[in-house]
């Protein structure tokens, strides 16, 4: 069984690398269309999460989720962010509305909580469009960082062990494994720095501390969703992996961290 398990691993990740990698390296509509698919992906998945969020408040999501892709592509990050503020609004209308009928709306203990297509929304596709942004060094450099960050983990908590850092929501982390999940991070960042940097390689290595903080705790964010959820996977999307929240939880963050720090990293 574990052997087939790291053979479908091994099988999904030597399709999808080089997929993923042409779509960076093309840009413009083959990787809008790579990360319109890994957004609605996403957001069924976590709308999953919710049993009370019906086909109404998934389907919106998806609609809504594909509308904020492709104003980020067209228009930038800015306008895509009209509309989960959009959305917020018309979650606080349903719920007058239903409160002035009598009836329990979209904030009842057995539906999804309040402002839930916002929040859906600014944590998939508000993060994810970002990447029609960055220029392709950007974007590898965000990968090599999050995989850097769950490698160096990986390997420092089985080697090291030691105390875990949140057991009641991970079990198998470590603070051993966190720390030499950072140290990776900062050590890829300052390769980058050595590579194409025009800012500090303290800069760098600031960023990398941060990005994998970010990659780290947005592992530990999905993996309590999952739990209250009583569910092991987000998905079965990807043979071996799970879902795409399975694999993108730690990316999702720290795209948003690396679009708020770009002005650290000069050097494309």
């Known amino acids: 069984m574990l052997a087939s398990s790291h053979r479908s691993r091994l099988v999904t990740a030597a399709?999808?690398?080089?997929?993923?990698?042409?779509?960076?390296?093309?840009?413009?509509?083959?990787?809008?269309?790579?990360?319109?698919?890994?957004?609605?992906?996403?957001?069924?998945?976590?709308?999953?999460?919710?049993?009370?969020?019906?086909g109404c408040v998934r389907g919106a999501c998806l609609v809504l989720g594909a509308l904020m892709v492709w104003l980020g592509w067209r228009l930038g990050a800015g306008a895509a962010f009209a509309v989960p503020l959009a959305a917020f609004w018309l979650e606080e209308l349903a719920r007058l509305f239903?409160?002035?009928?009598?009836?329990?709306?979209?904030?009842?203990?057995?539906?999804p909580p309040r402002w839930f297509t916002a929040a859906a929304l600014l944590y998939i596709p508000g993060s994810l469009q970002f990447l029609t942004a960055f220029g392709p060094g950007e974007t590898a450099l965000v990968l090599a960082v999050v995989m850097a960050t769950d490698t160096g983990a990986y390997y420092a908590g089985h080697l090291i062990g030691g105390?875990?850092?949140?057991?009641?929501?991970?079990?198998?982390?470590?603070?051993?494994?966190?720390?030499?999940?950072?140290?990776?991070?900062?050590?890829?960042?300052?390769a980058a720095a050595a590579l194409w940097g025009k800012a500090s390689l303290a800069a760098f290595a600031l960023l990398g501390a941060l990005l994998s903080a970010a990659s780290q705790m947005g592992d530990f964010m999905e993996s309590s969703l999952k739990r209250a959820a009583g569910i092991k996977d987000s998905g079965n999307l990807l043979p071996g992996h799970g879902g795409i929240l399975d694999r993108a939880d730690g990316l999702i963050p720290a795209i948003l961290v690396y679009a708020l720090a770009r002005n650290l990293t000069q050097y494309l």
């Not at 009598?102 to 904030?107: L, T």
């Open 15 to 54: 399709v999808g690398l080089p997929v993923l990698a042409l779509c960076i390296w093309l840009g413009g509509w083959p990787l809008f269309g790579l990360v319109l698919a890994a957004s609605l992906a996403g957001l069924w998945e976590f709308t999953g999460f919710f049993p009370g969020a019906g």
């Open 163 to 190: 105390p875990k850092i949140w057991p009641s929501v991970s079990p198998k982390k470590t603070w051993a494994g966190s720390i030499g999940g950072l140290l990776a991070t900062v050590a890829v960042c300052l």
């Open 98 to 111: 239903h409160k002035g009928n009598g009836q329990a709306g979209p904030g009842a203990p057995d539906g």
